[in-house]
Each structure stands twice: as structure tokens, then as C-alpha cells.
């Protein structure tokens, strides 16, 4: 089995930390492929990076469709995920979306923590259909370069954030951050209930779609796009929205 793990910003160091996040938790025989774009904002951290970066991360996908067996989104936005699901032949899974599904699994509320703004966040996990399942959401005061640089430093501000999410009721909490991935070990022997990585979870929950074998949608909004002409944009991309 090949998943690709796809980050939508430039940032090596975090594509790799995801990979080996990835890596982790896989099974045997699972082979982890990691993708950076071309271009892109460095850190995701606004609505309209986030849109420059969908762009981004399509084009991206586009190059590997038809070669991999499932693609994991290793940004926690879950960037483009619609649109990508919509496009690509294979099953596509966003990490967060993987990691907040799983806490429901655990206990009835969960809690999230991330860098900088919520609001994003908030807005995801409502679409997901789990606003009524949060408990809360927390930010850390660090950035995602400081927890690539300084991740013992980043794990100590964690530690003292997990205690407010716990106390306004969540049973588990998602770290949501792709360079917070591979952070849940180092910090769940002082958390008090489980921490959940969004790598971890989306490749346990990938592997289990990839198994399955289902066929991929031919109608619904999720059929893949026939005859539609985009100019600009790469080849690969293009071939894709033609259905060619």
C-alpha cells in the first residue's frame, strides 16, 4: 500500500515531521511517500494563504493521481480536502478531520489545541457536523517554526494548556497542528485523558478506506469532474478536471 502524505505549505522540515509521524504509526507494508508543492505560503496562518495553498496542494496531488493508493493531508486545515476527495481516484482523509472523528470514538466531547487563531478551526469541525461534540478549543502562545526548532519547548507550553481543555469537558484532545505531529507521546503521560495526532489517526483511518476497496463515487457531488476546462493552471491538474 502507497499513501501519500501531502503537505499544502512549503516547509520541508514539516513535511518530514509529518512523514515520520506517518511512518509511526503505519502498518507493515505501508509505504509513506511524503510531497511538498512548489509553492505556497511557508506556514499556513490566513484565509487567503489557505486558498494559495489549495491551489497549491491540487496541483501537487494532481502529479501523484493514479500512483498512490490513498493521500493523507498533512496540513491541519485540511486544506482543499473537498475539492481533492472530489478529484483524485483514491481515498483522500485530512488530518484533522481524522484526528476529531477518532475523539469521538473515546468519549462524548473533545477539545482542540493549535497555534495561533481558533476560529478556523472552529468553523472545520463544524462542518464535520461536530460542533454539538467540542468541548472547547485552545492556542498555544508558540508558532509552528518554534515546535520544528524548539519541540521541548512547545511540549511545556502544551502540558500547561491541556489542563483548561480537560476542565471545560473534553474526554480527548487533538493536537492540531501539523508541526505538532509526533508530539502526542511526549505529552500524554501528563495529559489526563487521551491526546489524539491527526498523522497517526489519519493513517490508521486511510489504511482501513484503502482496504475496503470502494468504488469511487459516479454520481453526487462527489463524482469526479468531466470536461471542465481550467486554463493556467499545470498540466497534471488540468488532465485531471478534464477527466482525461
Same mark, same amino acid.
Given at each position: 500500500?502507497?499513501?501519500?502524505?501531502?503537505?499544502?505549505?512549503?516547509?520541508?522540515?514539516?513535511?518530514?515531521?509529518?512523514?515520520?509521524?506517518?511512518?509511526?504509526?503505519?502498518?507493515?507494508?505501508?509505504?509513506?511517500?511524503?510531497?511538498?508543492?512548489?509553492?505556497?505560503?511557508?506556514?499556513?496562518?490566513?484565509?487567503?494563504?489557505?486558498?494559495?495553498?489549495?491551489?497549491?496542494?491540487?496541483?501537487?496531488?494532481?502529479?501523484?493521481?493514479?500512483r498512490?493508493?490513498?493521500?493523507?493531508?498533512?496540513?491541519?486545515?485540511?486544506t482543499?480536502?473537498?475539492?481533492?476527495?472530489?478529484?483524485?481516484?483514491?481515498?483522500?482523509?485530512?488530518?484533522?478531520?481524522?484526528?476529531?472523528?477518532?475523539?469521538?470514538?473515546?468519549?462524548?466531547?473533545?477539545?482542540?489545541?493549535?497555534?495561533?487563531?481558533?476560529?478556523?478551526?472552529?468553523?472545520?469541525?463544524a462542518?464535520y457536523?461536530?460542533?454539538?461534540?467540542?468541548?472547547?478549543?485552545?492556542?498555544?502562545?508558540?508558532?509552528?517554526?518554534?515546535?520544528?526548532?524548539?519541540?521541548?519547548?512547545?511540549?511545556?507550553?502544551?502540558?500547561?494548556?491541556?489542563?483548561?481543555?480537560?476542565?471545560? $469537558?473534553?474526554?480527548?484532545?487533538?493536537?492540531?497542528?501539523?508541526?505538532?505531529?509526533?508530539?502526542?507521546?511526549?505529552?500524554?503521560?501528563?495529559s489526563?485523558?487521551?491526546?489524539?495526532?491527526?498523522?497517526?489517526?489519519?493513517v490508521?483511518?486511510?489504511?482501513?478506506?484503502?482496504?475496503?476497496?470502494?468504488?469511487?463515487?459516479?454520481?453526487?457531488?462527489?463524482?469526479?469532474?468531466?470536461?471542465?476546462?481550467?486554463? $493556467?493552471?499545470?498540466?497534471?491538474?488540468?488532465?485531471?478536471?478534464?477527466?482525461?
Amino acid at each position: 500500500m502507497k499513501l501519500l502524505v501531502a503537505n499544502a505549505n512549503t516547509t520541508e522540515a514539516i513535511t518530514e515531521l509529518c512523514a515520520a509521524a506517518a511512518r509511526g504509526a503505519a502498518a507493515a507494508g505501508t509505504e509513506i511517500i511524503p510531497a511538498t508543492p512548489r509553492f505556497g505560503p511557508a506556514v499556513i496562518s490566513t484565509r487567503a494563504e489557505n486558498i494559495i495553498a489549495g491551489h497549491a496542494l491540487l496541483e501537487l496531488l494532481a502529479e501523484h493521481a493514479g500512483r498512490v493508493d490513498g493521500v493523507l493531508l498533512a496540513v491541519s486545515h485540511d486544506t482543499a480536502l473537498e475539492a481533492a476527495r472530489q478529484m483524485l481516484p483514491c481515498p483522500v482523509v485530512g488530518m484533522t478531520e481524522a484526528a476529531c472523528f477518532a475523539a469521538c470514538l473515546i468519549g462524548g466531547r473533545f477539545g482542540l489545541m493549535t497555534f495561533g487563531s481558533t476560529e478556523t478551526y472552529r468553523e472545520r469541525i463544524a462542518q464535520y457536523g461536530l460542533a454539538s461534540r467540542l468541548a472547547g478549543l485552545a492556542s498555544v502562545a508558540a508558532t509552528p517554526q518554534e515546535a520544528v526548532r524548539d519541540p521541548d519547548g512547545v511540549a511545556r507550553k502544551l502540558r500547561a494548556g491541556l489542563g483548561a481543555l480537560v476542565a471545560q $469537558g473534553a474526554d480527548a484532545v487533538v493536537l492540531g497542528g501539523a508541526a505538532l505531529a509526533g508530539m502526542a507521546p511526549k505529552l500524554q503521560p501528563d495529559s489526563l485523558v487521551p491526546l489524539l495526532d491527526g498523522m497517526a489517526c489519519g493513517v490508521g483511518l486511510l489504511e482501513m478506506l484503502v482496504r475496503l476497496q470502494l468504488p469511487k463515487p459516479q454520481g453526487g457531488s462527489y463524482a469526479a469532474a468531466q470536461g471542465r476546462e481550467v486554463g $493556467g493552471v499545470a498540466p497534471a491538474l488540468a488532465a485531471l478536471l478534464r477527466g482525461g
